[in-house]
């Protein structure tokens, strides 16, 4: 079976030519224009190889960095290849100082798919399940952060994602997540935040607190509840 790249570029023309190049190649390619859509895509899928501009929107260079460092929280041994338009300094020492390879220019660059090659073959065994539960998608189930609405996108035994409205820096370590409908209450810790520079709401990734009380019985008793409509790992 091909190898899976996930590939990454705000410019939609350039992203399909670099496409393109992998597909040649013999890859299997998923591709997301946006910071929203990559990370939505890593929840979905295991790519053997992450592909990401530096710019995924003209005033952001340093989003493929943020996105690279986020997908190696779920995907620790995730190769991963940081590309740019033209030679940075900042950026390439931001990149190899991270563990990433740095690509100038892949479509002219006659070294791209050499390090795409290396990057695939030196991916570690195994790197696709870090976690240990089933993620469930979650459709419309409003939630509240302490005091802050929110909606449930998806969850599992261990944890659940989160889309709020941005708070903020927080000096908060855990959070009391209750979902009125479901009559559910627990306690959480927030593990992971992104900010999309684009809209005003954040996503939270949080873990259980207290995971031996009845609260967490109560947790399970709802996780169980929701279809079987499962992807990927929390």
Known sequence: MPDLILLTNGDKKEL???????VAAGCLVTCAASLRRAVRLLTSVIPELL???????NHADLEGLELASLSRRDHP???????HGSP??????????RGMAFIVNPLENPEFLGCVTASLGERRPHHAKVRQWPRKRVAAVSARVDAAPARLIDVSYEGLRLELEDPGDSPEATFEVTLPTAGVNIKTRRVWRIRPPDVDESWWGMTLVDVDSGLTERWREFVDSIPETTFGVL
Do not use: F
Request: charged share 25%.
């Open 16 to 22: 399909q030519q670099i496409e393109g190049v992998l």
């Open 51 to 57: 592909i990401a501009s530096a710019r995924l929107r």
């Open 77 to 83: 041994n995730l190769p991963v290849i940081i590309t």
């Open 88 to 97: 940075d300094a900042r950026l390439e020492s931001e990149a190899i100082g």
